[in-house]
């Protein structure tokens, strides 16, 4: 049997990885008190211009060992983005031997975009110095690690060898154990923790899921810092770990901050605390903050307990009579109440309670039937009402909807998981059958929207039918990109077959010259799932494309396959920018450019933040002065989450044409950070978010580029449906 290797060796490994490359130059050693305020600008134009087309070369290595720490700073955040393992030691080298803290912070920051393993060994080794360090380099690194690991245990590799396995497994250890010594080491200094050590550590151990760190985590739950709390809490929730229960309950109901209280609540229904059920229900109904009280009731939809149905639905009740005058409220009535309806769901599986059922079809007549929250609420409570009129025959009437019909598929499919274990013949087997009939029907109705066919599509899969394959093979040539996508998508779940890869790859000369991408990825990765050789030849088509993330997403699908390493085909992105667009990006870092954003529910302004991604900023102002925003719907709202907005479709797959590079910065998403939406890396546009709350586990993955200064209290207000009138940008 295979030994798994000394440590020691290991990290010798490591290092001889990271080194193995050639280094070019040597960082400055000037101190950071000598540097000048400002980048040239020619060569912050050069450096943004290398970012935005994702080309890593020679003139951005000279920059990484500039005289002017300003500049090496700003060269190794570029590195970070472009994400080219190229640039690995280098940076892995400026950490452990750059004078600058400034410089040595941004370049763990990097280190972790680039998500290489053979940056660990340099973050390693510099938070060994324990207590020696600048507290913001240690911070950074433990985030960096933190994406390492992550990164190295969900992206697809070919299948290892029991010695590389063993490797790999013994090296994921080595990086855990660092991230955990990281923050132990912080709490066991109480008296002088660093903040930010702590913050992004927590962050750190949510994306790299140690084993057995529970009790540690809990233990920042005892700090007087309300937001080392809170992230506490937060990652004790997504990691569904059981050590601070105890001492969330408490929280829930005592602490002062309305976020520790909601992320309280939100452990206790992650972890399914039974004890919490009081408590939870009290906060339910009567906190002061909504957030608070929306975490409640999502908590109390886990717990399962049917005693909080009847106060929920007196809570409905009094909020449906508020509908009217929710400016009163710290949260528009209709975001609680799409929240109580969906616990009610989950609280009331396939059972009959008159007034849950009534509550629920008042809620269907008052969103008209375009909720999702209400339509797999009511087809999990009463699978028999749902299936029948008058509700059927509002989505065959001439003008209904395509979220109505969308939200009816998406209610059919709840059925599915509420009748389980039906005997043939019976109710249950009558209505599984008559649900998937009549998705079925919907799908090949010739008068279907096709906005409501991606969510039909994805319904009548559930059911696992036959002739699933049939009919996503016949909508691979339908006209809108997102069927084929969520056609490509199904066939990639379905076992291998020749007809599959053979309409896939039919299907793809046509989406790789289509204007937007969505249908191309999907088919391409679907190809891969078919692990033939010309499935994988069809793939290599996708190195030719203009588009740089289909060759990004070939280059990956052909190395997870064992085909070969295709990296050299990625090149750089073929930009829509000029010098001038970039000179006009650029002129606004230092200033203050803002909009205001007027919605059927009142204004908000945001500020823009230039400097940290200067032309995230610019495509989003040059859309609002086209008046792209203008009239267009909201199409998500999560209540403590986010507002989304900027999609022209109004299903969340639109967009303007054209994808945008990420600009991942170190701003955090606090409340009222404005985000770039994404479907994965550099695949930006139009689409854009306001956070309620701190959400930790954004924070570099996706591009802050503002914030809300002015009229917070109307984003909270916002809910899904209602519509952007205007966005004015001001540069003045």
Same mark, same amino acid.
């Given at each position: /049997? ?58 951005? +290595? ?14 190794? %955040?570029? =590195? ?60 950074? !690194?433990?985030?960096?690690?933190? &994406? ?44 002088? $923790? ?11 151990? %949510?994306?790299?899921?140690? *084993? ?17 709390? !809170? ?22 109901? +005592?602490?002062?901050?309305?976020? #520790? ?59 449906? &009579? ?38 629920? +079809? ?50 059919? !499919? ?31 109705? $010739? ?5 409501? /066919? ?44 020749? !007809? ?39 793939? &290599? ?43 006009? =990006? ?5 200033? &203050? ?23 995230? #900023? *610019? ?56 985000? /770039? ?56």
């Amino acid at each position: /049997m295979m030994q798994t290797p000394d440590r020691k060796i290991l990290s010798l490994v490591i290092l001889i990885a990271c080194l193995s490359f050639s280094v070019v130059g040597q960082p400055s050693r000037k101190r950071a008190d000598a540097r000048p305020s400002a980048i040239p600008p020619a060569i912050l134009l050069q450096i943004i211009r290398a970012e935005d087309e994702r080309r890593w070369d020679d003139s951005l +290595k000279k920059l990484l060992a500039d005289s002017d720490a300003n500049v090496r700073k700003r060269a190794a %955040l570029a =590195a970070g983005r472009i994400g080219n393992e190229g640039a690995v030691p280098i940076l892995a080298e400026m950490l452990l031997t750059d004078r600058d803290n400034d410089v040595r912070q941004m370049t763990a920051f990097a280190l972790g975009e680039i998500e290489s393993p053979g940056g660990a060994y340099a973050l390693v080794e510099m938070l060994k110095r324990q207590g020696q360090e600048d507290g913001n380099v240690r911070a950074r !690194a433990v985030e960096a690690l933190g &994406k390492i690991v992550a990164a190295m245990t969900s992206s697809p590799q070919p299948s290892p060898d029991a010695a590389t396995k063993a490797i790999d497994e013994d090296r994921l250890d080595i990086l855990r154990a660092t991230i955990v010594g990281a923050l132990r080491f912080e709490n066991d200094r109480r008296s002088r $923790p660093d903040r930010l050590t702590i913050l992004l550590g927590l962050t750190a151990v %949510l994306r790299a899921k140690p *084993d057995g760190v529970g009790k540690l985590v809990a233990e920042f739950l005892d700090y007087s810092d309300p937001r080392i709390v !809170a992230d506490a809490l937060n990652t004790l929730a997504r990691l569904r770990l059981k050590e601070g229960n105890d001492k969330a309950r408490d929280l829930l109901v +005592k602490h002062s901050d309305p976020i #520790v209280r909601s992320n309280a609540a939100r452990v206790l229904g992650a972890t399914e605390d039974k004890q919490a059920f009081d408590a939870l229900l009290d906060r339910a109904l009567h906190d002061a903050d909504s957030r608070v009280g929306v975490s409640a009731i999502r908590a109390l939809a886990s717990l399962k307990d049917s005693r909080a149905v009847q106060p929920l639905l007196e809570r409905g009740d009094y909020l449906l &009579k508020l509908t009217k005058v929710s400016r009163q409220f710290s949260i528009e009535p209709r975001n609680e109440l799409l929240e109580i309806v969906a616990a009610l769901g989950r609280l009331l599986p396939n059972r009959y309670d008159e007034s849950a059922v009534n509550f629920v +079809k008042r809620m269907h007549q008052l969103t008209n039937g375009e909720a999702v929250e209400v339509e797999i609420a009511f087809a999990r409570m009463v699978p028999g009402i749902f299936q029948n009129d008058p509700y059927r025959s509002e989505v065959l009437k001439r003008g209904a909807t395509w979220r109505q019909i969308s939200r009816r598929a998406q209610g059919l !499919a709840s059925i599915r998981e509420v009748i389980t274990g039906a005997a043939t013949g019976s109710a249950g087997d009558s209505a599984l059958k008559i649900a998937q009939a009549e998705l079925r029907d919907l799908l090949t109705r $010739p008068t279907t929207p096709d906005f409501a /066919m991606s969510d039909i599509l994805e319904a009548y899969n559930s059911y696992k039918p036959d002739d699933v394959d049939g009919l996503a093979r016949n909508r691979l040539i339908a006209t809108d990109v997102i069927i084929r996508a969520s056609a490509a998508e199904v066939l990639g779940n379905q076992p291998s077959s020749g !007809a599959n890869t053979r309409a896939l790859i039919d299907a793809l000369p046509r989406a790789l010259h289509d204007a937007d991408n969505d249908a191309a990825l999907a088919i391409l990765s679907a190809l891969a799932k078919q692990k033939n050789r010309e499935a994988n030849e069809a793939i &290599k088509t996708g190195l030719d494309s203009k588009d740089h993330l289909i060759r990004r997403r070939a280059v990956a699908l052909l190395k997870a396959n064992g085909v070969g390493d295709f990296s050299d085909r990625i090149g750089t992105v073929q930009t829509r920018n000029t010098d001038a667009d970039y000179r006009r =990006a650029i002129a606004r870092i230092g200033q &203050k450019p803002t909009a205001t954003v007027v919605t059927t529910k009142g204004s908000f302004t945001i500020e823009f933040l230039p400097g940290e991604a200067t032309l995230n #900023v *610019d495509n989003f102002i040059q859309l609002a002065k086209k008046g792209y925003f203008n009239g267009q719907t909201v199409p998500r709202v999560v209540p403590n989450f986010v507002v989304q907005t900027g999609d022209p479709r109004g299903d969340q797959n639109g967009g303007p044409g054209y994808t945008i590079r990420c600009e991942i910065n170190e701003a955090p998403y606090d409340r009222a950070a404005v985000g /770039m939406a994404l479907s994965g890396k550099d695949t930006g546009g139009s689409q854009w978010f306001v956070t309620h709350s701190p959400q930790p586990h954004l924070d570099g993955g996706y591009t802050v580029f503002g914030r809300v200064i002015r009229g917070m209290g109307i984003v909270d207000q916002i809910a899904r449906g209602d519509h952007i009138v205007r966005v004015v940008a001001n540069e003045r």
